[in-house]
């Protein structure tokens, strides 16, 4: 009996060991690179894991923290940069999450047309026009397509971006 206990818990540490080394491999060594890249990165902390550290049809990007010095267009930037270094990756969906706790949800093939167009897209326009792509954690858009008058759809645009990201992690933040 005690001998099955062994061999039972030394599998269930081979596996952990293994979706840990997976994980690390194949997303949040990506993840590191492309931060470390650039250098208005530091003061950001990302873990980048497969949903439930198995599923790789869903990626976590959970944002961990972010110094007081950075804004939401810096934690965007970061995003988007892991992004272009998946660009050649499929996914169902990539989820947003702060510090483990679900918050939205990016269709897997936006993401990569992100990752794509990073090298020559207007990031302001990607920074506009993000909000209406992603969903609730329930499959809800969260930000509907804003239409009308010019002035107006670029100012509702920018205030659902700095909404996504008082949601995602900055409400949190501000109460820690």
Known sequence: MKRKVTVLSAAVLLLIGAAVAVNWLGLQRSANQAL???????????????QYGVNPQQVVFDLRDVSGSKSRADVFRAL??????????????????????????????????LGQEYDFQNPVYTMRTFPSQITGVDGRPVFPPREGGLLYVLKAEIEDFN??????????????
């Open 36 to 50: 470390k890249r650039d250098p208005r990165n530091e003061g950001i902390t990302i873990w980048v894991y497969y």
């Open 80 to 113: 988007l940069q892991f992004a272009e270094s998946k660009k050649k990756r499929r996914y169902r969906s990539v989820i947003l999450s702060y510090r483990g706790r679900p918050k939205f949800v990016i269709p897997g093939d936006y993401f990569r047309t």
């Open 163 to 176: 909404e996504l990201h008082d949601r995602w992690y900055m409400r949190d933040m501000l109460a820690r």
